[in-house]
């Protein structure tokens, strides 16, 4: 596709289970970052991938938030055993390095 | 990390010029300015970045004071479209930024 794609677009789970968000990056670019945004808050940084390097983890909130990337293309974030606070949108986004980010329309999780 | 501020909130008349100013006093010789800018529900998106001249793009313009302390993005002729929040942010051109680090923005209203 033209542009980022995640999935799924809206997850609802209960507490305590397991969830995977996936995102497709644009063809070719090297570099993609998860934020998650809670309601009426800014963008808060989660893990970035760039090429082969180690990715930079220093977002996650506990040890209960991994992702993984992929062939150097796709990425899934994994929350265990979710919480209620990790209710949230969770975006991805992908670059060229230190070029434009473009960002993915976003997962909206709840936990219930 | 270099900071940013920006005010909280403006409010602009449609179609007249919006300017939206950003601190950066922090700012390092290698730092691009960048803005980007969230519409409601939407993954943010690229506005226009620079790193000491002013720039222009079809649907910004950006300008740079001479000391690169502070910038101003210019939205020419304000439309209810470009109700959104405003994010200013600093990009090290040596890979001293990876993150994109996202502030709280200024929340942009169009009255029409």
């Known amino acids: 596709g033209a542009g980022v794609s995640q999935s799924p677009s809206n997850k609802v789970t209960e507490k305590g289970k397991d969830v995977e968000l996936r995102c497709d990056p644009i063809?070719?670019?090297?570099?993609l970052y998860w934020y998650r945004q809670s309601l009426g808050q800014g963008l808060e940084f989660l893990i970035y991938?760039?090429?082969?390097?180690?990715?930079?983890k220093s977002g996650l909130p506990s040890d209960r938030f991994s992702a993984e990337r992929t062939g150097g293309s796709v990425s899934t974030l994994t929350i265990q055993r979710t919480q209620q606070e990790d209710s949230a949108v969770y975006l991805c986004?992908?670059?060229?390095?230190?070029?434009?980010?473009?960002f993915g329309q976003g997962t909206r999780l709840t936990v219930v | 990390d270099a900071k940013t501020t920006q005010p909280n909130s403006m409010e602009s008349n449609e179609e007249e010029p919006v300017h939206l100013p950003c601190n950066h006093s922090?700012?390092?010789?290698?730092?691009?300015i960048h803005w980007y800018r969230q519409l409601p529900s939407q993954g943010p998106e690229y506005v226009i970045h620079?790193?000491?001249s002013n720039v222009n793009n079809r649907m910004a313009s950006l300008a740079i004071a001479e000391d690169r302390k502070s910038s101003t993005l210019i939205l020419h002729r304000a439309t209810l479209r470009d109700a959104a929040v405003y994010y200013c942010?600093?990009?090290?051109?040596?890979?001293?930024?990876?993150?994109?680090?996202f502030g709280t923005g200024t929340r942009l209203t169009i009255i029409p």
């Open positions: 063809s070719g670019h090297t570099a």
């Open positions: 922090t700012i390092s010789g290698t730092d691009y």
């Open positions: 942010i600093l990009r090290d051109v040596n890979f001293g930024n990876e993150k994109l680090t």
């Open positions: 986004a992908s670059s060229l390095r230190q070029g434009v980010a473009f």
């Open positions: 991938f760039q090429g082969n390097s180690a990715p930079d």
């Open positions: 620079g790193l000491t």
